[in-house]
């Protein structure tokens, strides 16, 4: 029965997700589930009960006079051509390739960042064999991540939809690395904070050196672990808002915004505070007292949250 119930849901994604289309699909499921009964009652096998099931009531076409919802139908039915669905294996090797990418990608910024480090500790001509080492590698993580993304290049270009067994999988995946991501956000955020430690502990060329290494760790951190949530949020997001397949996405514990400049200033919300904690720290020299910023960002964000958010 649950194989039919996931074909149904199937059937209505693209719908608009209006009451007449829920009554709908609620009333072919129980239709559905009627015949499927009666067949296991008749000693029908479950593979044969549930292949009679979908060939009698797989068909919205032949059935959307019937169920009230010919208009709906008709819309999807044009916007079919140009709909891709994605699969589970497909998202699981979508989730699995941007992952190695955000690495990449985050290990690349790490080596530019850091390039500087050969030049502030060596002597000789070695600085600039470093340097140019270091970017050469930065280079070569960068090119390495573009092929894991090129071939996922359809996500952001043609229309797609997730399933409801996709969706659930794509859920489970947020919930499985959510703890991971923000204590990798976390330590990347602190590396940056604490950036000025060795500059003041050791006030040579070698805490020069440790401030640009823990800012390229820090940064590592964050990039990486924003390309990995990225591309979870992309999949949530990628049925269409008020569509049934729309829905298929709550309760993924995501915020989002009506309003579409909120919406931008929010995804970036994490950085502004960053770069405001920094710019106050270095004019003021307060680095003892500036931490209380991020305080303030942490109670201002979850009031916004709650005011002008909802959960999806």
Not at 152 to 164: E, M, P, Q, S, V
Not at 204 to 230: K, R
Not at 244 to 261: A, E, F, L, M, Q
Request: glycine content about 8%; aromatic content about 6%.
């Amino acid at each position: 029965m649950e194989t039919i119930r996931k074909y149904m849901e199937s059937l209505f994604a693209s719908l608009p997700n209006t009451k007449e289309v829920v009554k709908a699909k609620e009333h072919l499921l129980e239709m559905a589930e009627d015949k499927y009964n009666s067949l296991k009652e008749d000693g029908v096998s479950d593979n044969e009960a549930v292949a009679k099931v979908i060939a009698e009531f797989g068909n919205l076409d032949e059935l959307k006079d019937e169920l009230g919802i010919a208009e709906e139908v008709r819309e999807s039915i044009q916007d079919a051509t140009v709909t891709r669905e994605i699969s589970e294996m497909e998202a699981k090797n979508m989730i699995s390739d941007h992952t190695i990418a955000a690495i990449l990608r985050g290990l690349g910024v790490m080596c530019f960042i850091c390039c500087v480090v050969p030049p502030i500790i060596l002597q000789n001509s070695l600085p600039a064999v470093g340097l140019f080492i270091l970017v050469g590698i930065g280079v070569v993580l960068e090119i390495l991540q573009n092929s894991y993304m090129k071939k996922w290049d359809f996500l952001g270009r043609d229309k797609c939809i997730l399933n409801i067994q996709t969706a659930e999988y794509v859920k489970e995946e947020k919930r499985r690395k959510s703890t991971g991501l923000v204590l990798a956000r976390s330590i990347g955020v602190m590396l940056i904070v604490i950036c000025v430690v060795p500059c003041i502990a050791l006030q040579d060329e070698w805490g020069v050196a440790g401030l640009f290494v823990f800012v390229g760790l820090g940064v590592c951190l964050i990039v990486a672990s924003a390309g990995i949530g990225s591309i979870i949020e992309k999949l949530l997001s990628v049925n269409p808002k008020g569509t049934i397949g729309g829905t298929y996405s709550k309760g993924s514990g995501r915020i989002v915004y009506d309003n579409p400049n909120l919406a931008a200033i929010m995804d970036i919300y994490g950085m502004l505070v960053l770069c405001l904690y920094l710019s106050v720290s270095f004019l003021t020299h307060a680095w003892a007292t500036t931490w209380i910023i991020f305080v303030v960002g942490a109670i201002v964000k979850k009031c916004i949250e709650q005011t002008k958010g909802h959960e999806e």
